[in-house]
């Protein structure tokens, strides 16, 4: 079969011819290239701002707070100082009496005179009796000497007012004159303070300053030496003292109703 060629029409013919030469009465350009803007690389920090200014708020901190901490240790060991000194002033002038109440003893001896001693001015007080049976007065005395427990213990000053007020109270405690070896061991083992109205052991000096350092009384030994000379701030150091709370003695009590001096517990044992 022959082939037949489809012819176009003209009038498409002559829009393609036309198309053409528009193409090519028009100007070759090149094409606009569209430059990226540089900028400048900056190279961001590893650590964040935030975190650095607070390594520089403690950084601060720690110093302030070694400085702080450098002050203290200075005053904690001038203190020790100073308390050590007092320590080593207060046995002292107590072996020189000591040696003196020897000697005047030896010399009336050799002149065959007697020395009569001196009244004691300092008492511990013990109770030895509970709370049943106990009448008003005596129940206000001891009120007054705080001695609320058995096995309660106190030092009082001896006076006129003391004594009296002791012997209302006769029956239901026991008493005598303690001696700077006493006190120490009372003070050293048994002795709690009253910081806050609460009864806190006397674990280190800084404690009695705080309490009593307004008036002059630093450490243990200032207390001790106020406690056994009976001081001019003697009140204020038994004010801070808690109660001493004690045992039976060993083998116990012989008998509570009767007098020391009738084979008895109550009354002073001198």
Same mark, same amino acid.
């Given at each position: 079969m022959d082939t037949k060629e489809v012819k176009k029409p003209e009038a498409e013919v002559s829009k393609a011819k036309a198309e053409?030469?528009?193409?090519?009465?028009?100007?070759?350009?090149?094409?606009?290239?569209?430059?990226q803007r540089k900028y400048k690389q900056t190279q961001l920090p590893v650590v964040p701002v935030s975190v650095l200014k607070k390594r520089k708020r403690i950084l601060e901190r720690n110093k302030r707070g070694l400085q702080i901490f450098k002050k203290t240790l200075i005053k904690k060991i001038n203190n020790k100082k100073v308390l050590k000194s007092r320590a080593r002033k207060y046995e002292a002038t107590n072996k020189r009496e000591e040696k003196d109440k020897?000697?005047?003893?030896?010399?009336?001896?050799?002149?065959?005179?007697?020395?009569?001693?001196?009244?004691?001015?300092?008492?511990?007080?013990?109770? !030895?009796?509970? =709370?049943?049976?106990?009448? &008003? #007065?005596? *129940? @206000? /005395?001891?009120?007054?000497?705080?001695?609320r427990q058995i096995n309660n213990g106190v030092f009082v000053r001896l006076n006129k007012?003391?004594?009296?007020?002791?012997?209302?109270?006769?029956?239901?405690?026991?008493?005598g004159y303690p001696s700077l070896a006493i006190i120490k061991k009372l003070m050293y083992k048994r002795g709690y303070g009253r910081v806050q109205k609460r009864r806190m052991p006397i674990k280190d000096n800084q404690m009695i300053k705080k309490a009593l350092g307004f008036h002059g009384i630093w450490g243990?030994?200032?207390? !001790?030496?106020? =406690?056994?000379?009976?001081? &001019? #701030?003697? *009140? @204020? /150091?038994?004010n801070f003292l808690?109660?001493?709370?004690?045992?039976?003695?060993?083998?116990?009590?012989r008998k509570k109703a009767n007098h020391y001096v009738e084979g008895g517990d109550y009354g002073n044992r001198e």
């Open positions: 053409k030469a528009d193409k090519a009465d028009k100007p070759k350009g090149k094409k606009k290239k569209f430059k020897i000697n005047r003893i030896r010399e009336a001896k050799k002149e065959g005179c007697l020395v009569v001693p001196a009244e004691g001015k300092l008492a511990f007080v013990i109770r !030895i009796r509970g =709370i049943n049976g106990v009448p &008003p #007065k005596e *129940k @206000k /005395v001891m009120q007054l000497f705080r001695l007012a003391t004594i009296n007020m002791m012997r209302i109270a006769e029956p239901y405690i026991a008493w243990v030994e200032d207390m !001790i030496n106020e =406690i056994y000379k009976t001081g &001019p #701030k003697f *009140k @204020k /150091v038994v808690w109660p001493f709370k004690l045992n039976n003695p060993t083998g116990g009590w």
